[in-house]
């Protein structure tokens, strides 16, 4: 008994000591500025800067990670919700203002890659990951928006889809949940976790060649706003601050962020080692011993 107890304790001390390594020695959450009405959707660029969205306010704004400055970029912005960039270095942007998909190129160029659904309009696509083909996975939700005025949303189901490499037609992968929101794939495009924050959980997914999900496994009982992926497997989720957990389904970590909503997460910096937050009015970043995989 004396060395089950000696081992758990071992175990809990390793644990405990991997959760703090994560966020650097003496690196302490800063705010970098507090100057919009509802932050969203960070992407990092193949720079470091991340784009983030002030949706209310109809704007992608760019953080520079080497001034740690803020910029608009683009207004209006389509109201623009989740961002991801593609592999070709444009902006995917969830443009919620008609329930559209957008691809957005370094010079603003827009094109609307999805528009209807069977010539219905969604409910409001989310958030969106691009996978390594370039197929790209959306949630659409329901948050019915003020600026809707002429018209609703006409698809009944809250669903995730996906829109295949060259696709103008996007395919139901999901549509067994309460309110699809959070979504985020692994490096090497076999795993894809999806948040249902209407529900309290996240799900892992496996991803099949064809852009299909199979193997659907409970991840942990917490849904999500938002999330991103670290080098080793944790995944953070958001809400009430930034909750990590482990490759294992485990909470290892919880940040603490002043505000009382926090939105989205993502890894920004040009080693992929910043913690890039957006919650509520404000943008905060914390250095981290980890790096991001998107």
């Known amino acids: 008994m004396k060395?089950?107890?000696?081992?758990?304790a071992l175990l809990l001390l390793n644990s405990c000591a991997y959760a703090q390594d994560i966020v650097e020695a003496g690196a302490s959450l800063t705010l970098v500025s507090e100057e919009f009405k509802f932050t969203e959707g960070p992407a990092r660029d193949a720079e470091g800067n991340v784009y983030f969205t002030d949706q209310p306010n109809d704007r992608i704004v760019k953080w520079d990670a080497e001034t740690n400055t803020v910029s608009d970029w683009m207004h209006p912005s389509g109201r623009s919700n989740g961002l991801y960039f593609d592999h070709q270095g444009n902006l995917i942007s969830c443009a919620d203002e008609n329930n559209q998909l957008w691809k957005i190129d370094p010079e603003k160029n827009v094109t609307v890659l999805v528009e209807k659904f069977e010539g219905k309009f969604l409910g409001g696509p989310n958030d969106v990951w691009v996978d390594p083909k370039g197929g790209m996975y959306i949630t659409d939700p329901l948050y019915k928006r003020d600026w809707w005025k002429d018209r609703e949303p006409?698809?009944?189901?809250?669903?995730?889809?996906?829109?295949?490499?060259?696709?103008?037609?996007?395919?139901?992968?999901?549509?067994?949940?309460?309110?699809?929101?959070?979504?985020?794939?692994?490096?090497?495009?076999?795993?894809?976790?999806?948040a249902d924050p209407g529900d309290k959980k996240t799900y892992v997914y496996k991803?099949?060649?064809?852009?299909?999900?199979?193997?659907?496994?409970?991840?942990?009982?917490?849904?999500s706003d938002g999330m991103t992926l670290d080098n080793k497997g944790n995944l953070y989720l958001t809400g009430?601050?930034?909750?990590?957990?482990?490759?294992?389904?485990?909470?290892?970590?919880?940040?603490?962020?002043?505000?009382?909503?926090?939105?989205?997460?993502?890894?920004?910096?040009?080693?992929?080692?910043?913690?890039?937050?957006?919650?509520?009015?404000?943008?905060y970043i914390l250095q981290m011993k980890v790096k991001g995989i998107n």
């Open 3 to 8: 060395t089950i107890n000696v081992l758990f």
């Open 154 to 194: 006409e698809v009944e189901k809250r669903r995730v889809y996906y829109l295949a490499p060259g696709s103008t037609q996007l395919t139901i992968v999901e549509d067994d949940l309460v309110m699809p929101n959070g979504i985020i794939g692994s490096k090497n495009g076999k795993k894809l976790f999806i």
């Open 207 to 223: 991803i099949n060649k064809d852009g299909s999900l199979s193997d659907r496994e409970l991840f942990c009982e917490m849904g």
């Open 240 to 283: 009430n601050g930034v909750t990590v957990f482990n490759k294992d389904g485990k909470q290892i970590k919880h940040i603490k962020v002043p505000e009382n909503w926090t939105a989205n997460v993502t890894f920004g910096g040009p080693e992929r080692d910043i913690l890039f937050i957006t919650a509520m009015d404000a943008v």
